[in-house]
């Protein structure tokens, strides 16, 4: 049986997007601008640190949103899960973030000490735009039981 996944939101449309670095003895400086650098313009910007060793984060996954995950400082290993496919991926640089589409579920784990894990997302919170039960996503995304 041929399995048609969603096109558009897929694990292959998540991927890592290369911010500019401005190279200086001084300390490097990167930045962003919305609409520009990455494919959305930016309404809300979150982050998690203080994160204890063998925790983990995610679990859901989101209906419209679209967001940019990027180690600030560490690292940690983001899993991305379109209903079909998966794929893991290391964020190590401050210079590079991870496009997340929306209908991907995503687990973040394997996170260094002392890591901060900074998030730009399209929207602002709405708890309505959620998935957070694996099985009513995997319904939305067309998985066949
Ligand atoms: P959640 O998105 O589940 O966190 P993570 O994906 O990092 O594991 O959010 C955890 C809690 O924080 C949940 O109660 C909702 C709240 N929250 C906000 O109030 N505003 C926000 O912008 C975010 C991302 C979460």
């Known amino acids: 049986m041929t399995i048609i996944t969603n096109k558009e939101f897929n694990v292959d449309a998540c991927s890592i997007v290369s911010l500019p670095k401005i190279s200086d003895p001084r300390g490097n400086l ?29 679990g859901h996954a989101h209906k419209g949103l679209h967001q940019l995950i990027i180690a600030m400082s560490g690292s940690f290993d983001v899993v991305l899960d379109d209903g079909f496919s998966k794929k893991r991926v290391h964020l190590s640089r401050s210079y590079n973030g991870l496009y997340v589409c929306p209908m991907i579920w995503r687990e973040l784990d394997n996170f260094s000490s002392g890591s901060v894990c900074m998030v730009l997302a399209s929207n602002r919170y709405d708890e309505e735009d959620y998935f957070r039960d694996y099985g009513d996503f995997l319904k939305a995304a067309g998985v066949p039981k």
């Open 30 to 58: 990167t930045f962003i601008e919305g609409g520009d650098h990455i494919p959305f313009d930016i309404e809300r910007v979150y982050y998690l640190y203080d994160v204890p060793g063998g925790a983990e984060r995610g």
